[in-house]
């Protein structure tokens, strides 16, 4: 299956009243309702921050340097090597990396050599990574040596994979910090190769290229690391000439309600979304960023790695979070901006060397990927001194669809208690749907929708799916929310999530973020359990602040006390940790199936 090109993404012109009149444009700034040219893709971004700024450090890990001039030849020296097995325009390259230098470079060889990148979650098991790769026909795929060895040269069995890069995660640094890597410890044995002279034995640069993957089962791929690859200098393969309506990533979405759906991002809706991260915050060209998002996830593709790009800024990566780390990174690096979900800021603050310096240097720290309590922002800003600003967006539109401009804060509307996620952007247009697919007025609940140049144009593969999600190109989000008569946008909750006790609508959000402004609580979420009276009742999952405590009862009492006697929860389980996805969104699923 090719990819397929994006279409139209202009909006509709704006009649004068209702959400097509976009309310939200008289709080944006000028420069955020101005139009923006992008370029056609991320690479000719990267290019030209080549051309303007050679010797800038694009990426910084840890004690290690890499500069743009380097970025590029490295870069182009694994396209080389991909383009000599074989990957023409449109294949598809699957990259499972933490955020290291290779995830980067590899994205741009994959761009390179005219392919869509496929990122795969460094936490899937062998299961969850054939479907994918068998779901998306990848041929080439790029992982961890060990990861390799250990299990997925069996999972790539029966897929369309020819050809892989491994890597280590201590190259390109010297610091082997042993709370993310360990002791040193030898290499791992590479995978059994096939014998010489088979379809799958390696390929030299001058070699003839596969004709068509081997995908029986008893096919192995060449093998190949990265670092060393990327070092030997090959020529890049000629242009691919990429444009804006080529799929840029096919991003699998994150699966806490299902079978992940392969999500087509068109090239120009990433770069689209990185020029208005660009405009809309005060930073200057070089800026540094830092990577807390991890870099497969869409928040981080775009807000972060895309981004960083289209400001020829520099990208600070740390291998994958841990607190202690990243809080020391902070210092080291200064840098200007970062974006992470709730739960990761909750860690840091709960990180007992924390002051408020470690937060000094930041222009602006945005969360996205899962909900923000405004108990949260409060407790942050009190503690730390930075304004936490919310934002909402999905794969299916390119991360950012609405966000927190940098010279308002969010609103909390007064009924509910729900923090606002934000405006929508200048070529947005955000509707709120009821059951029938008809606007509701102002103020009144329903289905977010979501039309603009971020949005993809469907699902690989699943064309029902991808009717269903878009009718007429726009985004059927399956999040409830309401708009106000200004613009901004407020989310409630997930359709599928709404508890229903006694013919009473609960929405989990609302009962979380009350608890979250229990002093004890550190993470909360809310789920609906059996009830033979109600039907179904509704149960909190707490995990508590170090150095303090709470009682089940006591956290029930307290959300009696707050909310209607139908909502409050009649059960509450404490645990150490709550389970989350790699992004941080809370497992709602998982706690559901605990029942």
């Known amino acids: 299956m090719t990819p397929t090109p994006s279409p139209s993404s202009s909006v509709p012109a704006s009649p004068a009243s209702g959400y097509a009149a976009r309310p939200w ?7 955020q309702r101005a139009p923006v040219a992008p370029p056609p893709t991320v ?7 080549v051309a303007r700024a050679p010797e800038r450090t694009a990426l910084a890990y840890f004690d290690g340097r890499t500069s743009y001039a380097e970025a590029d030849a490295l870069s182009g020296s694994v396209a080389g090597h991909l383009a000599a097995r074989g990957i023409r325009r449109g294949d598809r390259v699957a990259v499972m990396l933490q955020n290291t230098p290779h995830f980067v470079l590899a994205v741009l060889a994959a761009w390179k050599a005219g392919a869509v990148v496929v990122p795969l979650n460094p936490m899937y098991k062998s299961g969850e990574v054939g479907h994918i790769l068998r779901d998306s026909g990848a041929a080439a795929l790029v992982c961890d040596g060990r990861a390799w060895s250990e299990y997925l040269h069996e999972a790539v069995r029966g897929t369309a994979v020819r050809t892989t890069l491994t890597v280590r995660d201590r190259d390109f640094q010297t610091r082997d910090d042993q709370r993310l890597f360990g002791p040193a410890a030898p290499d791992p044995q590479p995978a059994p ?3 010489a002279g088979s379809p799958a034995a390696p390929l030299t640069p001058d070699a003839t290229p596969y004709a068509a993957p081997d995908t029986t089962p008893d096919a ?3 093998t190949a690391d990265l670092a060393t690859v990327a ?5 890049a393969p000629p242009d691919a000439h990429l444009t804006a309506a080529d799929t840029a990533l096919i991003s699998y979405t994150s699966g806490t309600s299902g079978t992940p759906k392969g999500a087509m991002n068109p090239h120009g809706a990433l770069t689209y979304n990185a020029i208005r991260q660009v405009i809309g915050h005060p930073l200057p060209e070089g800026a540094t960023y830092f990577a807390l998002a991890p870099l497969f996830h869409i928040t981080g593709m775009v807000c972060e790695l895309a981004t960083c790009i289209a400001n020829a800024g520099t990208l600070v990566l740390a291998h994958r979070f841990d607190a202690g780390v990243v809080l020391d990174a902070f210092l080291e690096h200064r840098p200007a901006y970062t974006v992470g979900p709730a739960t990761a800021f909750m860690a840091l603050t709960a990180h007992p060397g924390v002051t408020p310096d470690h937060f000094a240097s930041f222009q602006v720290i945005s969360s996205g990927g899962a909900p923000l309590p405004p108990a949260l922002v409060e407790r942050l800003r009190a503690s730390f001194g930075f304004y936490l600003r919310n934002g909402y967006g999905l794969t299916e539109c390119t991360a950012p669809c609405a966000s927190v401009p940098p010279h308002l804060e969010a609103p909390v509307d007064p009924a509910s208690g729900t923090l606002s996620v934000g405006l929508p952007g200048a070529d947005t247009v955000v509707r709120i749907l009821d059951e029938r697919g008809a606007e509701v007025p102002f103020g009144e609940t329903g289905e977010i929708a979501v039309r603009g140049p971020q949005v993809v144009p469907g699902y690989w593969g699943l064309p029902a799916d991808t009717a269903k999600a878009f009718p007429d190109g726009e985004l059927r989000t399956g999040d409830v929310g309401f708009m106000d008569a200004a613009g901004w946008l407020y989310v409630v909750d997930r359709k599928k999530d709404m508890i229903n006790a006694s013919g009473f609508k609960v929405w989990p959000r609302e009962v979380e973020d009350v608890l979250y402004t229990h002093p004890a609580v550190r993470e909360a979420a809310v789920v609906g359990v059996p009830d033979p009276y109600r039907g179904e009742s509704v149960k909190a999952y707490v995990s508590l602040r170090p150095g303090t405590s709470a ?12 909310i209607a006697a139908y909502k409050y929860p009649r059960e509450v389980e404490i645990l150490p940790v709550l389970p989350k996805t790699t992004s941080g969104k809370i497992l709602r699923r998982e706690l559901r199936d605990r029942g």
Do not use: I, V
């Not at 444009?25 to 420069?31: E, F, G, Y």
């Not at 690479?43 to 921050?49: C, M, V």
């Not at 070092?231 to 020529?235: A, I, K, V």
């Open 220 to 222: 192995n791929p060449d």
């Open 551 to 562: 009682e089940p009862a006591e956290l029930s009492a307290y959300c009696a006390a707050r």
């Open 25 to 31: 444009l008289a709080l944006l700034s000028p420069a």
């Open 43 to 49: 690479l000719h971004a990267f290019r030209d921050a």
């Open 193 to 195: 190769q096939p014998p």
């Open 231 to 235: 070092r030997q200098g090959r020529p």
